[in-house]
């Protein structure tokens, strides 16, 4: 039996809230509850599928379709399940997840996985800002999971993150690991500047070379077992983290000394660019 | 993890032995600034006025104020954060990576005076600009230079304080955290109130083309915007409230002529200190008051069948 | 015409302790029934099986204001999550939470049956504010306390040892920020905190001046509020807030004080022994012990309840230390020539020995203080917890069962450092009543307040007799406010706008020509936009100063 697909009709003209496409809510109902259930446009609140076809029979999966771009809060506070989106989606994928997966053959908005605690969320295309944040005046962003990013992502990844993981795959933009306090951020391709600006805790690790904030002090070039360890982990998800010694080492440096912080900044030299070679 | 360590002005004018404006223009921008509250006044703590106090200007190019100004920095464009960072490493004697401060335009030794400067005033204050609070890092460049004044009452007394732009910015801001509870950026579409900057903020909602309609009060954006922003609202019924015809109003499908609050109409405006000061109108005018458009237009919708008793949510589950 | 018929009434005020009668009201007041009945028609509610109370009455919150409305904005997180009214017909949107909106903080406060609340803490400069904000609390009625202990003109005065003409000052000052008493916040102290300082000691003259010590404004503030007649006494938040050790310092003063009126604010945040944080205990027997003896001071308990809230003083000092202790979100807001504010988001965690002393002090105050009409049930709101969160405490003073449970999640050392786990006493419903409504109206000095006689405000409550304490006073069945019934069966059916007390005490016209030039001097606006028109206090209702 095919899994419930919802596929967007037309264009919303402006934002549409949908926090109720998660299996969550959708698993339990019946197609037609399903069609019934509610978003909203603006103010008013309208029936599903009003802009979504509903097909297949729900359960666990939910796929959907189409430009989502204007589609907010999808799979917010999700404990369970998948979601796949064959298109782009809006601001606030997967917020306050708890678990399960979410997978995005597309590009996303803002604040996706903000302040979640468990599950993992993977972008194919490109990432808004403020990925596995706080929301403003929260204390703590992201406390669990995983967060996969193929391709760029915006300003504040990682805001205030307690722990879990976020890997971005194209460089991403200023504000990289802010106030960080926990947890670890993957750059594949670097970042632009005040990367782990105001970090307390954490691990920034980038492949490319960072501009640095004068407040963080270089502590020594070594490669770190738990990079070895993390690597593994990592390529469960297809990412590749290199550890060996032939290969390079990481350029350890710490700070943020303005707090004063405890966090680490780790920049992959390859061995045949540094003086160590 | 930041906050907000401020003051009124009467107690920069009394106190104040250290003064620094930082991304701004005072002399040009605010010029009684200088006079009324900050530099020149004799206060009761500061008996001789301007030869008690020490005025630091921080910019990234020389303008009027420098003239006024006893130290003038002079930081390298989009590098506040930076130097901003530095110095709040250099307050707590924490080692600063020396080769990358040349990057700021500053000298280490400039801003270990400046720490050293601001430690040993007996009341410091910083004033900052849009030059400061509107380039890149915009809300960090903000709380850096707050954050920086929290921490230095460690050690003495210092507030700041951001220098606000024109109109009754600052009294819009109180009333919608009274009534609200969030500043601005505030969405009421599921019927409470929401806050997010960024997503809901005018400037980001325009480029976005988030909304369908516009009704704009007390403001020209057709001017000040950017250009998406100012498309978006030509394209949409854009509804202006104003005394006069301004680049909004000639975009809007709507403009409705109103009193000039503070000439012809009664209020309270809110000093950038949120000191609440009251309006008495000398004039009369022939237009109505903006508060008695809005309530009238208020008393047309309210006639409409009520939306969100439409929608049936009276359930006050919080999103977000 | 309104009757409520068939109610176990508890009246303190009037003698009636759980009597079962009717209750008449006409034209927002408690009528005789003979009167009423010759009116005839309007509605009776059946209220047998119910309680009825007077609506209550906080003696001593932070609703309205440049304070608190800085805490809104630091808050943003606690509104996500609190509890949003949405809005409706009748009632505005807004949320709740540790600084509700003003619209909430009146669905709130009438939500749970308080029919009256007096705002412990406006500066003059912003009293303007101050009353925009109370104009956008619906429902209660209300009451501000203008700040003094820190007024530099006032200070000045006291120093120069000039009395007369500093309660002329005081008076005009009053009457220019449309206040209903006066309240003094650390004397002294948040006018050294403008140099970064502190007063600590009685006896020292306070930082940046010579002779003045925060004893003689203390004493010299309660002299002049007597003299004025003012229907509430001194309001006092003592010097030494929350620090271990202070309850020597607040015995001080208060013995300055003896043969005086005085209220003294949240007595649970200046009743702790010990030398520091590791050492801190409750001295509420002592502190009791001496209140007991001392029929002249009122005082309410300032109680905490363990949980989230955000703390807002005038005592900016304080704060800052709260600010290193905590290393979260500082806010302060010094206002020039008159006051300060600190803001620092706070948790109460029962597995913090501090704050488990502060929570069993807190009760503790409540249940030693013997006579319930001078002890009045606060959070020093949103200090110690929540004002919505009252009737849990109310849960705790009537269980003392209940009591036992919660005191089993504390440490054994935390045990150790307080009175809690020796006291027994229950509190009835008549003193319930006694402490939330009839006790804190005498003290306002808000006679038709706080009682059901013939004559009195209808601000009348009605619960659901039943055996969840908590479920029952924070959800009444009816709540009537001027005789109109605001909430029914836990909504809000009307939003009537309250009234405002205020008072014009008495001074020389020409003290103007005194304050002036110092004011021209001292502050930024102009003098004539200085004082609060009364054109701009909505529901203004001026209240006579009685002559001793």
Not at chain 1, 250 to 257: I, L, V
């Amino acid at each position: 039996m095919p899994s419930l697909t919802l596929t967007l009709k037309d264009q919303p003209p402006v934002p549409l809230e949908a926090e109720v496409l998660s299996p969550d809510t959708l698993s339990k109902l019946s197609r037609d509850e399903v069609a019934a259930c509610h978003v909203f446009l603006g103010k008013r609140r309208l029936r599903l599928d009003e802009f979504f076809a509903v097909e297949g029979e729900p359960g666990p999966d939910l796929e959907l379709r189409g430009d989502l771009r204007q589609v907010k809060w999808i799979g917010r506070g999700m404990t369970a399940g998948q979601i796949t989106v064959r298109g782009s989606v809006g601001m606030h994928l997967g917020a306050h997840m708890r678990g399960g997966a979410i997978e995005v053959h597309g590009d996303a908005g803002d604040w996706i996985g903000a302040e979640m605690s468990g599950g993992s969320i993977r972008i194919h295309g490109n990432a808004g800002g403020q990925v596995g944040a706080a929301y403003r005046g929260s204390n703590s962003g992201m406390r669990g999971g995983v967060i996969l990013v193929d391709g760029s992502a915006g300003l504040e990844v990682g805001m205030r993150m307690r722990r879990g993981t976020i890997v971005i795959g194209k460089p991403s933009r200023d504000f990289t690991g802010l106030q960080m306090k926990g947890g670890t951020i993957v750059l594949l391709a670097g970042a632009e500047i005040r990367t782990g600006a105001w970090m307390t805790r954490g691990t920034i690790i980038s492949l490319a070379p960072l501009r640095l904030l004068p407040t963080f002090a270089f502590d020594c070039s070594h490669n770190p077992v738990f990079v070895n360890l993390y690597a593994r982990r990592l390529a469960e998800w297809n990412v590749s983290l290199p550890y060996s010694v032939q290969e390079g080492c990481y350029d350890c440096y710490s700070g943020d000394a303005s707090v004063p912080g405890k966090g680490e900044l780790l920049i992959w030299r390859p061995r045949s660019a540094g003086s160590l070679g | 993890m930041g906050g907000k360590v401020t003051c009124t002005l009467g107690e920069v004018k009394n106190r104040a032995d250290f003064i620094i404006y930082w991304g701004g223009n005072p002399a040009e921008c605010h010029p009684r600034h200088f006079t009324k509250y900050s530099l020149m006044p004799k206060g009761k703590f500061v008996p001789r006025g301007r030869k008690d106090r020490t005025m630091v200007l921080v910019d990234i190019r020389e303008t009027k104020s420098v003239g006024a100004a006893d130290i003038f920095l002079q930081v390298k464009p989009g590098k506040d954060f930076e130097v901003l960072t530095i110095l709040r490493a250099l307050v707590k004697n924490q080692p600063i990576n020396e080769s990358m401060v040349a990057e700021t335009g500053l000298t280490l030794e400039q801003l270990q005076d400046l720490v050293d400067r601001m430690k040993r005033a007996k009341f410091g204050v910083m004033f900052f600009g849009m030059g400061l609070s509107m380039t890149r890092g915009k809300h960090m460049n903000s709380a850096a230079i707050l954050t920086l004044a929290a921490e230095l009452n460690a050690f003495t007394k210092f507030v700041a304080m951001p220098m606000r732009g024109h109109g009754n910015v600052t009294g819009a801001d109180v009333v919608m955290r009274w009534t609200t509870g969030y500043p601005f950026g505030i969405n009421f579409s599921r019927g409470y109130p929401r806050y997010n900057p960024g997503e809901f903020s005018t400037i980001d909602l325009l480029v976005r083309g988030d909304c369908d309609a516009a009704l704009i009060l007390g403001a020209d954006p057709g001017a000040t915007m950017p250009q998406p922003c100012i498309d978006h609202l030509a394209k949409i019924p854009t509804i202006c409230l104003d005394p006069k015809v301004t680049h909004t109003s000639k975009l809007a499908r709507v403009h409705i002529t109103t009193a000039v609050t503070g000439i012809s109409a009664p209020g309270t405006g809110y000093r950038m200190d949120e000191v609440p000061l009251p309006l008495r109108p000398a004039l009369k005018s022939p237009y109505p008051t903006d508060e008695e458009v809005i309530r009238r237009i208020h008393e047309a919708v309210e006639k409409k069948p009520d939306w969100i008793a439409r929608n049936g949510q009276t359930t006050p589950a919080q999103i977000f | 015409m309104l009757r409520i018929r068939g109610g176990k009434v508890y009246d303190p005020a009037n003698g009636v302790d759980g009597v079962v009668q009717d209750i008449w009201i006409s034209d927002g007041r408690i009528v005789a029934a003979g009167e009423a009945a010759v009116e005839g028609g309007g509605r009776t509610i059946d209220a047998s099986g119910m309680i009825v109370f007077p609506g209550g009455v906080d003696v001593h919150t932070h609703v309205a204001g440049g304070a608190i409305n800085f805490a809104r904005a630091m808050t943003p997180e606690d509104h996500r999550r609190t509890t949003a009214f949405i809005r409706s017909q009748t009632r505005r949107a807004g949320l709740g939470g540790m600084a509700p909106t003003t619209f909430a903080t009146g669905y709130l406060y009438a939500g749970m049956g308080w029919t009256t609340v007096n705002e412990a803490a406006v500066p003059i400069l912003s009293a303007k504010h101050t009353h925009e904000e109370l104009r956008d609390v619906p429902i209660v009625d209300k009451s501000c306390l203008v700040l003094m202990a820190n007024n530099e003109i006032v200070l000045d005065l006291l120093e120069q040892g000039e009395v007369e003409r500093a309660r002329q000052v005081v008076a005009w000052q009053i009457w220019a920020a449309k206040a209903y008493g006066v309240k003094a916040v650390n004397p002294g102290g948040v006018a050294a905190w403008k140099w970064g300082k502190d007063a600590k000691e009685m006896d020292e003259p306070v930082p940046g001046y010579n002779k003045l010590t925060p004893g003689m404004i203390v004493s010299g503030l309660a002299e002049i509020v007597d003299e004025l007649g003012l229907p509430h006494p001194l309001h006092l938040h003592c010097n030494n807030l929350g620090a271990p050790g202070n309850i020597t310092t607040t015995l001080e003063t208060m013995r300055r004080l003896e043969g005086r009126r005085a209220h003294l604010a949240h007595l649970q945040y200046h009743a702790y022994g010990g030398d520091d944080w590791g050492t801190m205990r409750s001295e509420t027997v002592a502190m009791a012990e001496y209140f007991n003896a001392h029929p002249t001071f009122t005082t309410d308990a300032g109680a905490v309840l363990f949980g989230d809230t955000v703390t807002i003083t005038a005592d900016g000092p304080w704060q800052h230390l709260l600010y290193k202790l905590t290393g979260r979100k500082w806010g302060n807001l010094d206002v020039e020539n008159e006051t300060g504010c600190g803001i620092v988001p706070y948790t109460y965690r029962p597995n913090s020995l501090v704050n488990a002393v502060q929570w069993a002090a807190g009760l503790e105050l409540l249940l030693l203080i013997d006579d319930p009409w001078r002890v009045y049930l606060t959070t020093d709101h949103p200090n110690g917890a929540c004002f919505w969160r009252y009737p849990e405490i109310i849960q705790l003073l009537m269980s003392a069962d209940f009591r036992r449970e919660c005191l089993a999640k504390l440490s054994d050392r935390a045990k150790e450092r307080i009175h809690l786990p020796e006291l027994d006493r229950e509190y009835t419903l008549g003193e319930i009543a006694t402490i939330v409504s009839a006790g804190p109206a005498r003290a306002l000095g808000l006679s038709q307040k706080g009682q059901l006689g013939v004559g009195a405000d209808a601000d009348v409550v009605i619960y659901e007799e039943e055996a969840d304490i908590v479920r029952m006073f924070g959800h009444p069945r009816y709540v009537i406010k001027g005789g109109e019934i605001v909430v029914e069966e836990g909504e809000i059916r009307a939003t009537p706008h309250g009234r405002e007390f205020l008072v014009k005490p008495d001074y020389d016209a020409s003290i103007v020509d005194y304050l002036q030039p110092l004011f021209e001097d001292y502050y930024t606006m102009a003098f004539e936009n200085y004082p609060v028109e009364l054109e701009r206090v909505e529901g203004a209702d001026v209240r006579q100063c009685t002559k001793p």
